[in-house]
Each structure stands twice: as C-alpha cells, then as structure tokens.
C-alpha cells in the first residue's frame, strides 16, 4: 500500500465523475464511458447498457410512498 496516496480522495473524485452529471451531454458521455469500460472488463457478452429508472416507477419506492400517504391521512 503507498501510504502517499490519497485513495480515499481517488475513488471520491472518481463517483463524483460519474455523478455529477448535469447536461444530457454529460450524461451521454458518462454512459458511453461507462459501457466501454464495463465491456473492456466484462467482456460483450456480460455486459448491457445501464438504463436507471426513475424513483417513482420502482415498486418500493411507490410501496413507501403510499404507506407514508396512508397514514398522513389517518392522522
């Protein structure tokens, strides 16, 4: 291990990278960065493009929605 490096800072500025994505632009890129290096790495065959959802289309997320909505109206 080189204790001269900062690997904390690395992987932090590295999800920042890939997090702060604000422009279509940026997001584009990023998935296209992120396809080539998980091909690279996985090979063609186990790899497929990310397509994250939207928070309010998963199943959980709405579950939770409508408990908190149920018991607000409860009161």
């Given at each position: 291990v080189d204790e001269d490096f900062n690997y904390k800072?690395?992987?932090?500025?590295?999800?920042?990278?890939?997090?702060?994505?604000?422009?279509?632009?940026?997001?584009?890129?990023?998935a296209k960065l992120l396809l080539w290096w998980n091909r690279s790495v996985f090979g063609h065959m186990n790899t497929s493009t990310y397509r994250p959802q939207a928070m309010e289309k998963m199943?959980?997320?709405?579950?939770?929605?409508?408990?908190?909505?149920?018991?607000a109206w409860s009161g």
């Open positions: 800072a690395f992987y932090n500025n590295i999800a920042s990278f890939f997090e702060d994505c604000y422009t279509e632009q940026e997001k584009v890129e990023t199943s959980v997320a709405s579950t939770l929605r409508k408990r908190h909505c149920g018991a």
